[in-house]
């Protein structure tokens, strides 16, 4: 009979992105979409932004990463990634959750669009007015 592997999800949200993480003891592989996170980010800001959780708890050679992302743009699952990220490192260790929470890690951002109102050409932009 196979071994029980130890597996820790979680799902991060941030705008209109959503992130599912399965967290794996393993050497550190990250997957992203199916890619490799390099190739799915391009941009090594938003890496660095992503592996703060990771890095933060020493557990980034210490889990293998699958994540599915959907929703919104590259920033925004980026923030949903990392709240995932976060998560479920929570649930593998209770210990860890000072240091993500002290980070900001565990914070969910709460700010999202503000919706069009009627009769005007934007959430907040008015038609010009006009005295006669």
């Not at 209109?16 to 996170?37: D, F, H, Q, Y």
Request: hydrophobic share 35%; net charge positive.
């Amino acid at each position: 009979m196979a071994e029980k592997v130890a597996k820790y999800s979680a799902t991060g949200r941030r705008k209109t992105s959503v992130a599912r993480v399965n967290l794996t003891p393993g050497a550190g592989k990250w997957i992203v979409n199916g890619k490799e996170p390099a190739i799915y980010f391009g941009n090594e800001a938003v890496l660095r932004y992503i592996e703060q959780p990771m890095k933060l708890t020493d557990t980034l050679s210490k889990f293998d990463l699958d994540a599915r992302l959907t929703g919104g743009g590259i920033v925004g699952q980026a923030g949903a990634l990392r709240h995932a990220i976060a998560r479920a490192l929570e649930a593998s260790e209770a210990t860890l959750r000072g240091v993500l929470k002290a980070s900001g890690c565990m914070t969910r951002d709460s700010r999202m669009k503000e919706r069009k109102k009627y009769g005007q050409p934007g959430a907040r932009k008015r038609f010009q007015f006009s005295k006669r």
